[in-house]
């Protein structure tokens, strides 16, 4: 087995000392695709900003963020510079915000490739436009040369993409990044994530509250939940029998395009104040299968059968989502 | 493009036009000069021979006309009184004046905008504060006041340097560092929330993940987007190169056009305080369009598009 | 058959844009010519993608953006012009909730306080009874007595949206316009104040014009559904049909886009390009360009929406009653 790409180990983050992270385990193998799913505030951005060292000075960063086996937390900002863009890039929610409106996009994407690769010139300007015709920029040679606000939030995304693999990446972390835009257009950027992974071969974290989004380009999936892993598998596993209460509460949160208009079935409650957080998990206070153990301590992150890992007590009977889902149905209608 | 620069072109002409007039009219209302130049003892008829000498007795209006027309004709007057041309009294100063306000003007960018950029870098530190502190200090001290505390320690209680006059380079230091304080404390402000402003937006986010080094992040990424805010302070002040230094020239006597100014409102010297004014608008006007031109050249969001 | 709560006839709205700081002002065609009613106590969802002139729309229904063309008329009467005094009177009847709550509320007043505001504005109610008509709003939307008090900033986004759809309700509306009410909610709290929307127009039988981009939202709170597409509406039929077997190729596309849960990429109707700026309107058919069975005909002249099926409306040359009843 090839060693990871990634390995992060009791990564916490604090922001002015309020803890928001709270020990994140995470591998990313070669060339798979893991998704980070939760709501806002869970952590599944900052991990990622994290691992990267992208946080604001006011961040405090511990743990261990290893890069196909070298530490890289508190390495000297080179090395990190090194990394970033090149082994592991990173793209991001408001695509439109995410470049440079000072600069003409042909000259971001070569700043990359200079930087990562050494091109300059006349060769680095053929493959811009040959990036940039590869993530579906129509007319790429004319387009090298316009400004930012120039191009719809779904080009602008599509040259971000572009920019990330000037670089060449093993790893592509996508934040949010169909989040910002219309429906249709999502649709063309989920698609050409999956087809450009499936070209390259490159590993990919998709960062996502969208459940449904992340089932359409990952492999194995994470659930996040206030600075911690919740549940953790194959999706496959995942999404057939949620067992994590929270998990199950967000299935059963959404509402379906399909089938009878039944009521949903929303989680109680909101998510706890990083300030004031609960003194055992953090979902015991909205969940309905909570005991008292629930508010003592955190329960442990661990591993299950077919792949899966799990950090709750009480977790929901391993049945698959549909005949349940069914049955709650039938019983509000 | 030349659509553009005519209408800001016509504007600026309008501008110098209005305050052209405006002081053309403020300065006929606010006193005689005849009563000024002449002293209160001079028998009547001299007055009347000094308003008529100088079209004073005519109505305002036609004052006005000929004064416009001989402006057109590139005729600013003759000082009523030295019966110099006022516009030589006024070229004769400029150069004066500019040795002040250049080095001032070096000085607040030289300080101004490294502190606030650096500030705003280790936002929350104790530089940062320290910089909004001083910047504080710097503009709400008035100029007058500064002036008199730097002769005082410098010139009165250590003798290192002239209190007033003009010729060595001596001469000039307390003057400068009296002009450039306060811009020093507005551009360090400026350039400070302006690089707070840039520093959390996505796109210098997005040059640090692509693995840019820092220095270029800032350089490259974050200060040309900054450049927008702190350009509109800096044309204010290269506006203001010629007007800025009355007060400063007053304390430390230094012989430049805002001393000429006062002495000449003083004196009710109409033609020379009417030169000067339109001087001062001239420059303001220029160095506006100068601005309005660069924010096209520094973000292409304002630029026009019909190019494309 | 009873009349409709609000109908809108033939809405145009054009908003002259300068393209760049000094080119040419050219006309935007927002929404153009759309025509719908609502009945009372009925939610009417309106769906479609940035561009596609629903918020617009949704203004121009209260009488907020003035119509060029066309008009709206409510309980059968004209609706009055903006700021006048009857205009206001008729805004008592209906209200609009938008997406972002920390915008709509004023953070330095107490919640209570602007939850009462429309009975002041109106004057509604005497001062004594004011009081408990606000806690009865507050209970109605899920907030609780001890959070009257609170600040907007003191409260989380799902309990600030409830704050505002509280003071929405004070008025005993007829009509709820709601833009994008959760679109800046969780998942969890999303549901919450979904089910209360719900819940408020059963209990109160309040008819909603829902707008939203999120067609599963859309399908869960509507009655009827309206796809709108660069200011036309391209279909309009019942929430249980239109998004399971829509007719008009936009419709299609949209829906099959959604993301499922549990349901991989393959197998999706994905759309090439995007959206044309309303600025430049394609000739023919607004959607032609990106339509995969567009034809020549489409090109040149613009569909009229048609009464294709029963309560089923759509506007594309490729679908006619004809077409639908052989698929059917």
Not at chain 2, 88 to 107: C, G, H, N, S, Y
Not at chain 3, 225 to 244: C, K, N, Q, T
Request: proline share 7%.
């Amino acid at each position: 087995m090839r060693p990871n790409l990634v390995e992060l180990r009791g990564l916490t983050v604090a922001f002015d000392g309020t803890p928001v992270l709270h020990g994140i385990d995470l591998d990313v193998a070669p060339g798979e695709a893991l998704g980070l799913v939760g709501e806002s505030g869970c952590g599944k951005s900052v991990t990622w900003l994290a691992a990267l060292g992208l946080l604001p000075g006011k961040a405090t960063v511990t743990g261990s963020v290893k890069v196909v086996g070298r530490e890289m937390l508190g390495r000297p900002r080179p090395v990190l510079e090194g990394i970033r863009g090149g082994r592991i890039a990173m793209i991001f929610q408001d695509p439109s915000s995410s470049l440079n409106p000072v600069l003409k996009v042909g000259r971001q994407i070569v700043e990359a490739l200079r930087l990562h690769r050494g091109l300059v010139g006349q060769a680095a300007k053929a493959e811009a436009i040959r990036l940039l015709d590869l993530v579906g920029i129509p007319d790429a040679s004319r387009r090298f040369d316009i400004f930012p606000h120039e191009f719809s939030g779904g080009q602008s995304q599509r040259v971000m993409i572009a920019m990330a693999l000037a670089g060449q990446p093993d790893l592509l972390i996508a934040d949010e990044p169909t989040t910002a835009l219309d429906a249709t257009i999502q649709a063309q950027i989920l698609d050409l994530l999956a087809a450009l992974r499936a070209e390259t071969g490159m590993a990919t974290v998709f960062i996502s509250h969208d459940l449904g989004a992340v089932s359409q380009v990952c492999e194995r999936v994470c659930v996040m939940y206030s600075g911690r892993i919740v549940e953790a598998g194959p999706i496959d596993t995942l999404f057939e029998a949620p067992r994590h209460p929270y998990t199950r509460g967000l299935f059963d949160a959404i509402p379906r395009l399909d089938g009878p208009r039944a009521r949903l079935i929303p989680i109680p409650g909101t998510v706890p104040n990083p300030k004031d957080m609960p003194s055992g998990c953090a979902f015991s206070p909205r969940c309905a299968r909570s005991s008292d153990a629930c508010n003592e301590s955190v329960p442990a992150l661990v591993a299950q059968a077919e792949g899966r890992s799990l950090a709750c007590r009480n977790p929901v009977p391993g049945q698959p989502v549909k005949p349940t889902r069914q049955k709650l149905l039938e019983a509000v209608l | 493009m030349i659509g553009f620069a005519l209408s800001k072109l016509l504007r600026a002409v309008v501008t110098v036009f209005a305050v052209m007039t405006f002081a053309f009219v403020v300065l006929r209302l606010s006193g005689d000069p005849a009563q000024v130049m002449l002293g209160p003892d001079v028998p009547t008829s001299a007055v009347d021979a000094f308003r008529s000498q100088w079209g004073l007795d005519q109505p305002i209006w036609v004052q006005y006309l000929a004064y416009i027309q001989s402006i057109l004709t590139g005729d600013f007057g003759v000082s009523m009184r030295d019966r110099a041309p006022a516009i030589d009294l006024v070229m004769e100063r400029i150069p004066a004046t500019l040795q002040l306000t250049i080095p001032a003007l070096f000085l607040k960018l030289a300080l101004g905008i490294p502190a606030g950029v650096y500030a705003a870098l280790h936002h929350q530190s104790a530089t940062d504060r320290g910089v909004i502190v001083l910047s504080i200090l710097g503009f709400t001290i008035p100029s007058f006041v500064l002036g008199l505390l730097l002769v005082l320690i410098f010139s009165v209680t250590f003798g290192l340097l002239p209190s007033g006059g003009y010729g060595s380079w001596q001469h000039s230091v307390l003057p400068v560092i009296a002009m450039s304080i306060g811009g020093i404390g507005i551009l360090a402000r400026f350039s400070r929330s302006a690089m707070i402003e840039v520093m959390g937006q996505p796109y210098v986010r997005t040059a640090s993940a692509k693995g840019v080094r820092w220095s270029d992040v800032i350089w490259r990424h974050a200060l040309p987007n900054a450049a927008v805010p702190i350009v509109t302070i800096v044309g204010f002040m290269v506006g203001s190169l010629i007007a800025g230094a009355v007060i400063v020239e007053t304390i430390f006597s230094w012989p430049g056009i805002g001393r000429l100014l006062v002495v000449s409102v003083t004196n009710r010297d109409l033609p020379v305080v009417q030169c000067i004014l339109l001087m001062i608008a001239a420059t303001m006007v220029v160095s506006n369009l100068i601005v309005d031109l660069l924010y096209g050249w520094l973000d292409p969001r304002l630029r026009m598009q019909a190019a494309h | 058959m009873t009349q409709p709560l609000i109908k809108a006839t033939n809405l145009v709205r054009t908003y002259a844009v300068r393209r760049g700081l000094f080119g040419k002002i050219t006309p935007v065609r927002a929404v153009d010519g759309v025509s719908l009613s609502v009945m009372p106590g009925e939610t009417l969802g309106i769906v479609g993608e940035s561009g596609s002139g629903k918020s617009t729309l949704g203004r121009m229904l209260l009488g907020i953006d003035p119509a060029q063309g066309g008009s709206v008329s409510f309980e059968g009467s004209a609706m009055p012009r903006l700021g006048t005094a009857e205009w206001r009177a008729l805004r008592a009847r209906m209200q609009l909730v938008y997406q972002d709550p920390l915008a709509a509320l004023d953070k330095r007043l107490p919640i209570s306080v602007q939850i009462g505001e429309p009975l002041e504005i109106h004057r509604l109610l005497p001062k004594n009874e004011r009081r408990a008509r606000v806690e009865e709003l507050m209970a109605a939307v899920g907030l609780r007595r001890d959070q009257a008090e609170r600040f907007p900033h003191e409260l989380s986004g799902g309990q600030r949206q409830r704050a505002v759809i509280a003071r929405a309700l004070a008025s005993r509306p007829d009509l709820l316009v709601c833009d994008e009410p959760v679109a800046a909610l969780d998942v969890s709290i999303q549901a919450q104040v979904v089910n209360m929307l719900r819940d408020l127009q059963e209990s109160q039988r309040i008819a909603m014009v829902f707008i939203s981009h999120d067609l599963k939202v859309v399908r869960n709170v509507a009655d009827r559904v309206a796809v709108m597409y660069l200011g036309h509406i391209v279909e309009e039929a019942s929430s249980d049909v239109i998004f399971a077997s829509p007719r008009h190729p936009y419709t299609k596309a949209l829906a099959s886009s959604v993301p499922v849960p549990g349901k991989k990429l393959e197998g999706r109707l994905i759309l090439q390009g995007e959206p044309p700026n309303p600025a430049d309107r394609p000739s023919g058919c607004p959607f032609h360009p990106r339509c995969p069975i567009a034809a020549d005909i489409c090109r040149t002249a613009r569909p009229a929406l048609q009464t294709v099926a029963p309560q089923r409306n759509v506007a594309c040359h490729m679908v006619t009653p004809h077409t639908v009843a052989i698929a059917a």
